[in-house]
C-alpha cells in the first residue's frame, strides 16, 4: 500500500487547513485510516482515525477542532479548523488493516501565533 499525503502548509493561528491522503494498491475491505503527527523533540501521537465503517476517534488536544472523514475507500480527509501554534508538526497518514501500518511520507503544517 502506498499512501500520498498533502495540504500541508504554513497558516496562521486561528485559521484552518484541509490534509488530504490517498491509498493506493492492494487495499482491504476493513481498514483504518487516519493522521498521526510529530513535533520537534516529541513522540509521534495520533491526531484522527476512522474506519471503513465510518467510526472515528480523536486525539484529546484536537477534538471538537479537527473533522476526520473517509472521501471513499481509499481517501482520508482531516478538516483542521480554529489552528493553535502547539498543532504544528509533521502530519503522517496511517493506514492500517490486518497486514499492519503503512505510513505515508509525512506532510508539514505549520501554525505562526
Known amino acids: 500500500v502506498q499512501l500520498q499525503a498533502s495540504g500541508g502548509g504554513l497558516v496562521q493561528a486561528g485559521g484552518s487547513l484541509r490534509l488530504s491522503c490517498v491509498a493506493s494498491g492492494s487495499i482491504a475491505s476493513s481498514t483504518v485510516m487516519g493522521w498521526y503527527r510529530q513535533a520537534p523533540g516529541k513522540q509521534r501521537e495520533l491526531v484522527a482515525g476512522?474506519?471503513?465503517?465510518?467510526?472515528t476517534n480523536y486525539g484529546d488536544s484536537v477534538k471538537g477542532r479537527f473533522t476526520i472523514s473517509r472521501g471513499s475507500a481509499t481517501t482520508v480527509n482531516l478538516q483542521m479548523n480554529s489552528l493553535k501554534p502547539e498543532d504544528t508538526a509533521v502530519y503522517y497518514c496511517n493506514y492500517r488493516d490486518w497486514r499492519g501500518n503503512f505510513w505515508g511520507q509525512g506532510t508539514l503544517v505549520t501554525v505562526s501565533s
Open positions: 476512522v474506519t471503513s465503517g465510518g467510526l
